[in-house]
């Protein structure tokens, strides 16, 4: 009942990336740390489901988010599910132990102006690549709504310049094709450019690091929320802020919920329709402030 066997397993067997299955084993230690503190005597298969959810009860009392304790109760289902599949357990003690419920929030988004703001080249130093590497990656997810690992997952080859699309990898292996407009084309080729006369070309990654490697997700959310924070107030600033930007800006220019889902990656077209809401919001919002009875 080793948590690396299992680890392993994810990857050479179910495809995980690194970054899932390090999140997976975090969230396994941690869950072991817990369940030995309570008594040293136990192990994986002789802990039960009340000792499963006493941990789940610690993590909301130490305020964490609904999100976060549902994804590391997750972790350990699947953990039992394939220990139970391989006979190192006798029955499973997580399937019927239930998260709290999450709270349904609407995807925050980046105001148009506040973009157009920050992607005017006077905001950057246009002759310093990691001023034009930021700017592109911002650009890119803003017109394209990629998920931020898929755009770092994205090769030169991926990149097709005169047709203005993009060959994406996205969540289980699954590929689609996501076109763009002539302004990222002529910032991606800039960028490209600058990038081969800066760093040289050790790596068929599109976007490299100063030191030619692919640069990583921890550099580029960095980056991201660093240059955000110049022109809005968001308490999130993530790169996924922007995929909700994206989306919610599609629909606001009246984008069709089944275009925008093929474009997102979605499996599902009920993950898309929280956009809507969003949108929803927003008139909302403009209607109070213009209609005089409102």
């Not at 990336?17 to 969230?27: L, M, N, V, W």
């Amino acid at each position: 009942m080793k948590v690396s066997e299992f680890i392993e397993y994810l990857k050479s067997e179910r495809n995980y990336s690194d970054r899932t299955t390090e999140e997976y084993g975090d969230d396994l230690r941690s869950f072991e740390s817990f369940f030995k503190n309570l008594d040293a005597g136990l192990e994986w298969d002789t802990v039960d489901a009340d000792v499963i959810r006493s941990w789940v009860e610690s993590m909301m009392d130490k305020g964490n988010a609904a999100s976060s304790v549902n994804r590391r109760l997750s972790a350990v289902r699947s953990f039992y599910r394939y220990a139970l599949s391989r006979g190192y357990v006798a029955s499973d003690p997580a399937h019927c132990v239930k998260g709290p419920k999450k709270e349904r929030l609407l995807p925050q988004f980046v105001r148009e102006g506040d973009i157009d703001a920050l992607l005017d080249e006077s905001m950057w130093d246009m002759e310093r690549y990691e001023d034009v590497r930021a700017r592109t990656i911002i650009l890119t997810l803003y017109e394209t709504g990629l998920r931020i690992s898929e755009l770092l997952g994205l090769d030169d080859a991926d990149v097709e310049l005169q047709a203005c699309r993009l060959k994406v990898t996205g969540k289980g292996d699954k590929q689609r094709i996501v076109p763009f407009g002539t302004e990222l084309r002529d910032t991606l080729a800039a960028y490209m450019l600058l990038r081969d006369a800066s760093v040289g070309k050790k790596s068929a990654a599109l976007f490299l690091s100063s030191k030619g490697e692919r640069t990583d997700y921890f550099q580029a959310r960095r980056e991201v929320m660093k240059h955000l924070g110049r022109v809005c107030t968001l308490k999130k600033r993530s790169p996924h802020v922007l995929r909700h930007t994206f989306a919610t800006a599609m629909l606001n220019n009246g984008a069709g919920l089944e275009s925008v889902k093929k474009l997102l990656g979605h499996s599902k077209l009920t993950t898309t329709e929280i956009y809507t809401h969003t949108t929803f919001e927003q008139l909302k919002k403009v209607y109070e402030s213009a209609h005089p009875r409102a």
